[in-house]
């Protein structure tokens, strides 16, 4: 049975609502990936994931070491690439973030 994907489970680090800007954890975004793989729902947390950056004009990626595993680095691309195509952009930070694991 697939887990459907509560809002809440997606969301983002930060939004500037005033600069319509966000900060993306990978680490994190990779952790809901591997749990996604799991309970058969990449797709809804891929699709939940397009929809919350549909507003958003700026992307700081957070923690991009996370991002060495193909499948999943080709499957972000395709939003990041759908966001850069309509103007916004993309900022990278190797910082890394506490999300409490």
Known sequence: MAKTLNRRDLL?????????SVDLSCEWLYMKYCDAQLDNYTQDLFD?????LGSVDTIR??????????DFRDRLELILSSVRARGGRITH???IVYNGY
């Open 93 to 95: 930070s190797s910082e």
């Open 61 to 70: 990626l957070l923690d991009t070491a996370w991002l060495t595993r193909q």
């Open 48 to 52: 939940r994931l397009e929809f919350e």
């Open 12 to 20: 983002l680090l930060g939004i500037n609502r005033r600069q319509r």
